[in-house]
């Protein structure tokens, strides 16, 4: 008997402390913001002409679907475009459609989704103010497009990523376009919180300040547009916020409809049904008590039969780190309110690069077919 109760506890000790490297991956890999450091330039330019690039792409290879990225490097960049040669050694050639400054062989730099840079008017042909609101977390920078409609696109980036990433969502709005609201939330730099993402559940609020103040300067109506974290900032607004102007339309692109669901599809994967049924569980009741992660509230997948209004859905079917299936599962229990789009090769969040005029032309029709109130 005592053997038998010795193994017992031996094995809860071990489910305990699998338990707890779980909860520690967590936050590590899911719910960890991690502020901006000096930018870091991991792929090696090997060769450069005014119409192409070579270059090494620093153990980070980048999938040829995407036809559609930037080159950054100390005092220039370029606007990439299709592969148009691989070598051997993982080198890649791609065509250059626009450089500013030059670099020669051997200098460092990094590839960015979005091929512009992060200045507004130069990505997208449209001028843009810098301006600040009040917020919970006090006054909040934002980037305000002026537009000809009644309507504003509320653009909520992703985790560890900024208003940069929504350029190329905006893109597809036209010119003038409507209004649009690129904004920041907690945790971003500069930002005051306690570095831990909670995908809607503490977030939704600061997307709250920002329809109000989209509604102060003039919004009728506001579609909103998260990409990937945003996405589940989206989804917590619409579920717990008053809205004090109508939300017309929502725009998701790599969603995290379910951060239940993400978790334990990446465990579950490594551990077997030993990770789902005991480790996993026990994982996330430790990140429930330590960091305050409500997992029903985040799991927005399992209350699609609430939602009231039109979705755009993008996902790609090769996304490693958000399973598509939770967009799947959505899209299937809504199909009344939901345009699924789905790209291949993309991976997390590049859909647009994969497909430039396909996704902007999805956006764009998306946007014009929302009728008035």
């Known amino acids: 008997m005592r053997s038998a109760l010795a193994l017992v506890a031996l094995a809860g000790g071990a489910a305990g402390l699998a338990g707890g490297y779980v909860a520690h991956r967590v936050r590590e890999d899911a719910l960890r913001v991690r502020g901006s450091t000096q930018p870091h330039y991991p792929a090696t330019i090997r060769a450069m002409s005014s119409d192409a690039v070579r270059l090494d792409p620093g153990g980070a290879p980048v999938s040829p679907a995407l036809v559609a990225l930037g080159l950054e490097w100390e005092g220039g960049r370029a606007e990439l475009g299709a592969v148009v040669a691989a070598g051997r050694g993982g080198d890649v050639t791609r065509r250059v459609r626009r450089r500013t400054g030059s670099a020669s062989p051997g200098t460092p730099a990094r590839i960015a989704v979005t091929p512009w840079g992060r200045d507004p008017s130069e990505a997208l042909g449209r001028g843009f103010e810098d301006i600040t609101y009040a917020a919970p977390g006090g006054p909040t920078p934002a980037w305000w497009l002026d537009g000809s ?76 547009a998260g990409i990937s974290m945003g996405g589940a900032i989206v989804m917590g607004y619409l579920e717990r916020a008053p809205h004090p102007i109508p939300v017309a ?23 077997g049904p030993l990770a789902r049924f005991c480790v996993v569980p026990l994982g996330r009741s430790i990140s429930s ?32 780190l958000i399973p598509i299936a939770t967009s799947d599962a959505f899209a299937a229990a809504r199909p009344d309110l939901v345009e699924y789009r789905v790209t291949r090769g993309a991976g997390h969040t590049p859909s647009w690069n994969a497909d430039p005029d396909g996704y902007s032309a999805a956006v764009g029709r998306f946007i014009e077919g929302l009728s008035a109130p």
């Open 289 to 320: 008590v330590r960091d305050g992660i409500d997992w029903t509230a985040v799991d927005y997948l399992s209350r699609a039969d609430e939602l009231r209004v039109p979705v755009l859905l993008i996902h790609d079917r090769d996304d490693v």
């Open 249 to 271: 339309g929502v725009i998701l692109d790599s969603p995290v409809l379910s951060l239940r669901a993400t978790i334990d599809a990446k465990a579950i994967g490594v551990g």
């Open 149 to 224: 409609d009644d309507v504003c696109v509320i653009v909520v980036h992703g985790r560890g990523t900024d208003r940069a990433e929504g350029l190329r969502l905006i893109g597809g709005l036209g010119i003038p376009g409507p209004s649009a609201l690129m904004i920041r939330y907690r945790n971003d730099p500069g930002s005051v919180d306690d570095g831990i993402a909670r995908f809607g559940q503490t977030e939704w609020v600061d997307l709250a300040a920002a329809v109000r103040e989209a509604a102060a300067r003039g919004a009728r109506r506001v579609v909103l």
